[in-house]
């Protein structure tokens, strides 16, 4: 099976999301809205798992209610994907290319993705095998 991973660069507005390294890109505010939009927008595009990077707390209520939504959520070292950028010889950075980095990293490591449980949220709750 072909995983298809949204990144999404969080920040407190606006979730700028990328399908793949280059494919189609949207922004959301990041509001329970806008995070509704951005599951429809995984939806559509038959996203199989969407990562993000740990952002001091912005990234919690996107990975709690697109887990709601059904979508594995990954969340992943913002640094291990900024030196991952560089290796592969990114040096620029905006929230696009950022969004395109976090699905090309968590594609190339195979990141797992998991779902929000009830009664706890880890900083870094996805894991290579």
Not at 35 to 52: D, G, K, P, S
Not at 85 to 112: F, H, N, P, R
């Amino acid at each position: 099976m072909t995983r298809i991973v949204c990144g999404v660069d969080i920040a407190f507005s606006p979730l700028a999301a990328r399908v793949g390294q280059d494919g189609a890109g949207a922004t959301f505010a990041n509001t329970p809205e806008g995070i509704a939009e951005l599951a429809a927008f995984c939806q559509i595009h038959q996203v199989t798992l969407v990562a993000m990077e740990a952002t001091g707390g912005y990234e919690q209520r996107a990975f709690a209610q697109l887990s709601e939504h059904g979508l594995p959520v990954a969340v992943v070292n913002p640094r291990a994907v900024r030196q991952f950028a560089q290796s592969m010889g990114w040096l620029e950075k905006t929230d696009a290319i950022d969004a395109g980095m976090i699905a090309w990293y968590a594609a190339v490591v195979e990141v797992v993705g998991k779902r929000k449980t009830a009664t706890s949220f880890s900083a870094f709750p996805s894991s290579r095998p």
